[in-house]
């Protein structure tokens, strides 16, 4: 029994040297570790008391001397030089500012197509330029018309459009470009939606709407029909259609309904645009008064009010200018001619 008690008690004192032992372990470490800082420290210290006061020959300052004088002449020659470079090249990017702007404000397309840019595409900048060459250049729309300008006719005759129309169309959707792809997936000259596409597709019996003349075909008929929904709006039914052709033909009518609750005449486009801002969202008092059971428009509101307003200012800004540069492919109608009455001479 005595021999278990003494056996207990050696264990018990071995265990706890061993814990002191690892306590002492554990306590030393830090210790020494910020012995060594502390050294470190002051040894740096010292070798910038002794070092920082030194400097090396290059890095004196020495003041300008006949001799270098010239060099200083040369330094501000290099200086006047770039600044006088940099001031012709932002000169001559305002000047161009009429172009910077309607490539960056009225050409959403062409906005789209920049933010698409990845450092991928970069990398391919040669075949990018070679690809560009073949394609319709921006703005340029001879080379539409030489390229493409029969096929234009062609439908526009069928439908008995002016040709001229669309060519104003397809400066405003797509800037010419055959490739021009927007954000919303709409495509080609005519800028035609997938959906849109595939039903016009099956319509007309194309295999495709994706090359430039199917792209034409399809959109000058989709067009065509919007222009036919209001045939008996005179000349108006040109902007009517292509309200309808860029936010869709519900908009258009629900426009014309604000309109016609307003008392004024809903066929007229000079009335109907100015009812574009009470489709959106924040003006659901009015859709309340409008359309009192649902009390939104039927076919949604549209924040984006402007766009279609915008839109039909635009094509009929450019329209007009291709009056100018292009023969009408239609009939002029006949001048009509007024006989003047004689007037019976007094006795």
Request: charged fraction near 25%.
């Amino acid at each position: 029994m005595s021999e278990k008690v003494a056996a207990d008690s050696s264990l018990t004192a071995i265990n706890s040297m061993t814990k002191w032992k690892n306590r002492a372990i554990l306590t030393g470490i830090p210790v020494i570790l910020v012995l060594s800082l502390v050294m470190y420290s002051y040894n740096k210290s010292a070798d910038y008391k002794t070092t920082s006061l030194s400097v090396r020959e290059e890095d004196k300052i020495i003041a300008p001397t006949s001799e270098n004088k010239e060099k200083v002449r040369d330094l501000e020659k290099v200086i006047y030089a770039n600044s006088y470079n940099n001031a012709v090249y932002i000169e001559n990017i305002l000047k161009d500012w009429p172009t910077l702007l309607d490539l960056f404000t009225s050409n959403v397309n062409f906005k789209q197509q920049a933010k698409t840019i990845n450092l991928r595409d970069l990398e391919r900048v040669t075949e990018k330029v070679q690809m560009v060459s073949k394609e319709f250049k921006l703005g340029n729309v001879d080379n539409l018309v030489k390229e493409l300008g029969d096929i234009i006719k062609q439908e526009c005759n069928y439908y008995k459009l002016d040709w001229r129309i669309v060519l104003a169309i397809i400066r405003q959707e797509s800037y010419f470009n055959a490739n021009a792809r927007s954000h919303a997936g709409a495509f080609g000259l005519m800028q035609i939606m997938p959906q849109t596409g595939e039903g016009l597709q099956n319509e007309l019996k194309l295999e495709e709407t994706q090359t430039p003349k199917n792209n034409l075909i399809a959109g000058i008929y989709y067009y065509a029909t919007l222009v036919s929904q209001f045939r008996e709006f005179d000349e108006d039914k040109y902007k009517f259609a292509l309200a309808a052709y860029n936010a869709g033909l519900g908009r258009v009518i629900d426009a014309m309904t604000i309109t016609a609750y307003f008392g004024k005449d809903y066929r007229l486009w000079e009335n109907v645009k100015e009812a574009y801002p009470f489709l959106s969202s924040k003006e659901d008092s009015i859709h309340a008064l409008v359309w009192p059971d649902i009390k939104k428009p039927p076919y949604g509101t549209l924040d984006n009010w402007k766009e279609p307003y915008n839109y039909v200012n635009s094509i009929m800004f450019y329209y007009d200018a291709y009056k100018k540069m292009f023969e009408s492919n239609l009939e002029e109608p006949a001048a009509k001619t007024v006989k003047k009455k004689k007037s019976k001479k007094r006795k």
